[in-house]
């Protein structure tokens, strides 16, 4: 039976501190580092899907990780929380959708003392739900409550693996068309279903935000590139 949930991925500083240049060890706040794969479920000796591809940290961390000398702070919005889907491309054509948030999290005590880093440093740290589905929405919300119960002062009914484990094992992929799945996290029930497959292809995002940022000429451009299957390059300076 196929489900929703492909893996449940975290990405962040590794115990090899590196930079993006490739120079070892650490050099201070400022500079930028290559992510690393920390931890996965399924685990990595399953069997049930191929692996996660191995360029996923750099593709949910794009700009890098980052050391800072502080945490979340409600006064310093680069410090919130980023939720973003991204995209990948396999070489067979085929899709993998990721859904992320980034986050600042403490530095793992081994790595702190091994490189002699600074106390109560915190760095880039990413989760992600992996999947063949392009249901943004309900991967987004999933994440969202996984995060929270993350940082949840009262914590979760269950620990935290076990959950993530129920999610990524029991929920299937609906039929296309015919039927709505329900799954709880704690106290947060989401809804899933698919759309039949003989409508357009089913893509669970909003473009509002980009045709708002559009004038006429550029959004009939652009869907005149998209119906002619031509490449399409968006640019901003915001």
Not at 110 to 115: F, T
Not at 203 to 219: A, E, R, T
């Amino acid at each position: 039976m196929a489900r929703i949930f492909e893996y449940f991925v975290v990405c962040g500083i590794g115990p090899e501190i590196r930079t993006l240049d490739g120079n070892r060890g650490y050099h201070g706040t400022g500079i930028m580092y290559l992510p690393s794969l920390l931890d996965q479920y399924p685990p990595s000796n399953h069997t049930l899907y191929p692996p996660p591809p191995p360029q996923l940290p750099t593709c949910v961390l794009p700009a890098g990780s980052q050391f800072y000398s502080s945490g979340f702070n409600s006064r310093d919005s680069s410090s919130f929380p980023r939720s973003y889907p991204i995209v990948l491309t396999e070489g067979d054509g085929s899709k993998i959708y990721v859904t992320c948030i980034a986050f600042r999290d403490p530095v793992c005590e081994d790595i702190v003392e091994a490189y002699r880093l600074p106390a109560n440093s915190f760095a880039d740290k990413c989760i992600c739900f992996v999947s063949r589905a392009p249901s943004f929405g309900v991967l987004r919300d999933a994440l969202e409550e996984i995060f929270l119960l993350c940082f949840s002062a009262s914590g979760s009914s269950k620990p935290l693996w076990d959950v993530i484990a129920y999610l990524v094992s029991n929920v299937p992929l609906p039929t296309p068309g015919k039927e709505r799945v329900l799954f709880a996290i704690e106290n947060s029930l989401l809804p899933l279903e698919v759309p039949p497959k003989d409508g357009f292809p089913h893509v669970d995002i909003s473009f509002q935000p980009l045709v708002q940022c559009l004038d006429v000429d550029n959004l009939i451009k652009l869907f005149t590139a998209v119906l002619l299957e031509r490449r399409v390059l968006i640019r901003s300076n915001k």
